[in-house]
């Protein structure tokens, strides 16, 4: 079955930088598009970035257009997210995330806290 597991998360202060990952299995990684979304309690699950299966086509949520960074390692099945010039607005719960021909799979989560 489909499993995403992200890694990464952390506490960091205003203006620095962490590196989430996102080990999948048990699907055709490099078939699928894959996404980062991020949700804080109270809140909708919100898109973060998206990178298609080849990784030349990604879009960004105007939150973090020029700070955020998605990309993917298709021969090691991992997505990342470098995430530079953190703001405290960035704290949320982040979630990996792919739809294999219409199954919707999510990874557990890992917490990004910004704060001073």
Same mark, same amino acid.
């Given at each position: 079955?489909?499993?995403?597991?992200?890694? &990464?998360?952390?506490?960091?202060?205003?203006?620095?930088?962490?590196?989430? *990952?996102?080990?999948?299995? &048990?699907?055709?990684?490099?078939? /699928? *598009? =894959?996404?980062? /979304?991020?949700?804080?309690?109270?809140?909708?699950?919100?898109?973060?970035?998206?990178?298609?299966?080849?990784?030349?086509?990604?879009?960004? *949520?105007?939150?973090?257009? &020029?700070?955020? $960074?998605?990309?993917?390692?298709? *021969?090691?099945? #991992?997505?990342?997210?470098? =995430?530079?010039?953190?703001?405290?607005?960035? #704290?949320?719960? /982040?979630?990996? /995330? $792919?739809? $294999? #021909?219409?199954?919707?799979?999510? &990874?557990?989560?890992?917490?990004?806290?910004?704060?001073?």
């Amino acid at each position: 079955q489909v499993q995403l597991v992200e890694s &990464g998360g952390g506490l960091v202060q205003p203006g620095g930088s962490l590196r989430l *990952a996102c080990a999948a299995s &048990g699907f055709i990684f490099r078939w /699928y *598009a =894959m996404s980062w /979304y991020r949700q804080v309690p109270g809140k909708e699950r919100e898109l973060v970035a998206r990178i298609a299966s080849n990784g030349v086509v990604t879009n960004y *949520a105007d939150s973090v257009k &020029g700070r955020f $960074t998605i990309s993917r390692d298709n *021969a090691k099945k #991992t997505l990342y997210l470098q =995430m530079d010039s953190l703001k405290a607005e960035d #704290t949320a719960v /982040y979630y990996c /995330y $792919t739809n $294999t #021909t219409g199954f919707a799979s999510w &990874g557990q989560g890992t917490q990004v806290t910004v704060s001073s």
